[in-house]
């Protein structure tokens, strides 16, 4: 039996991933993994989406600035500076532990390591702070070389993280992807696309749930982009499960922090 502790898209928003970590006790005071982390008993899982901001009020909390001005290259580079301290203490953290620290690649990432996609916010503000044709900086060689590692899925005995969906499709961050409407909306219109791909569960992030940690028991999945409402999941596995049609989920629950 192991538990899993699964979080959803981080955005830059560094302090209240490393708060759900200690909450679930999964990280040290010195922001290294807990003896349950590091013995494997303990499963961490991050669905995705580690930078850029959600919004102008988000970028100017992140820089320090009162005001933030996506087209100020002083900006830019304030708000790729922290971000980049930030994904160095996650990167030492995740290699204290690899067996047990996963993090799914999300398409704001990918977006970094793919720069011909300019990705934006609600509000109309464009992420350019890792662009260099759009002010930004470039994201250092061995962060790059850390996050192209991401996978795109995790599987544990029937269980699927991803970033987005079930669908192969929605792992790939290409035109098609962002013309889509799908990926923010297959979870309420089609759910039943976790049973179609033969999932026992499914954790998914992408679409930030208002409300807190969707948990959908019927279909058989969770929307877990909800660390803005500190909320994080917790899943018991038992992967070798004897019946191989049996669910190997002992208990799903969102847990407040």
Request: glycine content about 8%.
């Amino acid at each position: 039996m192991h538990k899993f502790l699964a979080f959803g898209d981080v955005h830059a928003d560094f302090d209240t991933l490393w708060a759900a970590l200690r909450a679930a006790s999964c990280v040290d005071p010195a922001f290294g993994p807990t003896p349950p982390v590091v013995a494997g008993l303990y499963q961490v899982i991050l669905v995705g989406d580690l930078v850029h901001p959600k919004n102008e009020r988000e970028y100017a909390r992140l820089s320090g600035l009162p005001r933030f001005d996506p087209k100020d290259p002083d900006h830019l580079f304030l708000a790729a500076r922290e971000q980049v301290k930030h994904l160095e203490r996650l990167k030492a953290y995740q290699e204290a532990a690899p067996h047990a620290v996963h993090i799914i690649l999300g398409n704001h990432d990918d977006a970094v390591l793919n720069t011909s996609y300019v990705l934006g916010t609600s509000g109309g503000m464009v992420h350019s702070e890792f662009d260099p044709e759009h002010g930004g900086l470039m994201l250092p060689d061995h962060l790059k070389t850390w996050m192209q590692s991401f996978p795109r899925e995790i599987r544990v005995g029937g269980v699927q993280f991803a970033h987005v969906s079930p669908l192969p499709a929605h792992s790939h961050y290409d035109d098609l992807f962002y013309a889509d409407h799908s990926p923010k909306r297959w979870f309420r219109e089609t759910p039943e696309y976790v049973e179609m791909a033969g999932l026992a569960f499914g954790i998914y992030g992408h679409t930030q749930i208002d409300d807190g940690i969707l948990l959908d028991e019927e279909h058989r999945l969770a929307m877990i982009d909800a660390l803005h409402a500190r909320e994080y999941l917790e899943l018991l596995l038992d992967p070798q499960a004897g019946d191989p049609d049996a669910s190997p989920i002992r208990s799903v629950r969102a847990v407040p922090f």
